[in-house]
């Protein structure tokens, strides 16, 4: 049986004239990696922070482990953990004196060496924070989330502004956590990183949240065929896919897109081409991905920070 561990309900955030959050419902469950999806300025940071108790909202209910925000706040304080968007700390200390410090400050015991390899920092321990490349040192500031054991973590675009590698690396301490029984709390704008990790997707735009499900299910209620893309190929490919009802479009450097209504299609497609004696150069069979499910919904590309050079 499933237990939600953050109900939000009708929460609204109103400034000036400008409904950052707009009247927005949703539930997180227990142990599941929960992704809030949506460009820069669409309400993701102010959602979550005052999920976290550090803004006040305008209207609507918010519940987290049970315990509502505005009556239980302390309580609900010592049983989270956050990561807040560019992450500091102390350039002078160490990683291990820096997890030391925040434990201290927030008055818990906690297991720094386990922290540390819980992060995969074993090998820099010993190293001043100021030394560390950014990817190293969202790793520390996750570890300083952790320090006071929650159940629920708040990691507030995490991996904004690292490479390719770097991101990876904080995905792969993410999945750690998650295995770990945590429930993750991640607002991020990148379409691979909810891909990747998260379990249930919220994406919002405009302070209202637009769409809710597995990607499978925002996929699949949104689209319904697979596109195969061939480059090189001849005249007779669409003419083949027409024959068998498929939709044929143009492309711009060449070759065709084709439209199936599905893995059975595609398969038959196969076999027609290969029955046919048909060649072509190279082939790209997928389903739409989430960056195109939220162009259709909002009618505008979802763009992606460039990684930090």
């Known amino acids: 049986m499933t ?10 955030k109103v400034y000036g004239n400008v409904r950052a959050v707009d009247g927005i419902t949703f539930a997180v469950e227990k142990g599941e990696v929960f992704a809030f999806l949506g460009p820069n300025g669409a309400g993701k940071t102010t959602t979550v922070e005052m999920i976290e108790t550090i803004r006040t909202p305008t209207s609507g209910d918010i519940s987290i482990l049970g315990k509502d925000v505005k009556k239980d706040r302390m309580d609900i304080l010592q049983r989270i953990g956050v990561l807040p968007q560019e992450f500091s700390s102390f350039d002078r200390l160490t990683v291990e004196e820096t997890i030391q410090y925040y434990s201290r400050l927030f008055c818990v015991d906690c297991d720094v060496g386990r922290l540390i390899k819980l992060v995969n920092l074993e090998e820099h321990r010993k190293k001043l924070y100021v030394t560390l490349s950014g990817g190293l040192k969202q790793r520390v500031g996750i570890a300083v989330s ?15 502004g690292l490479d390719p590698r770097a991101r990876h690396e904080v995905w792969d301490v993410i999945k750690g956590l998650k295995r770990e029984g945590k429930t993750i709390f991640l607002t991020t704008h990148y379409m691979e990183e909810a891909e990747v990790l998260a379990d249930y997707i919220a994406i919002i735009s405009k302070g209202k949240i637009i769409a809710y499900g597995t990607t499978t299910e925002l996929i699949d209620s949104h689209f319904k065929t697979i596109k195969v893309t061939i480059k090189g190929g001849s005249a007779g490919i669409g003419q083949l896919a027409k024959k068998m009802g498929m939709a044929v479009h143009s492309e711009d450097k060449g070759g065709i897109t084709i439209e199936a209504t599905g ?7 196969l076999n027609a081409l290969k029955a ?16 195109e499910l939220f162009l259709v919904l909002t009618g505008e590309a979802l763009v992606e920070e460039e990684a930090a050079k």
């Open 3 to 12: 237990e939600d561990v953050i109900t939000v309900k009708d929460l609204v």
């Open 263 to 269: 893995n059975e299609q595609v398969v038959e497609f």
């Open 146 to 160: 952790l320090v006071n054991n929650p159940e629920i973590v708040f990691l507030d675009e995490p991996t904004t």
């Open 276 to 291: 046919n004696g048909i060649s072509y150069l190279s082939m790209d069979i997928r389903k739409p991905n989430l960056e």
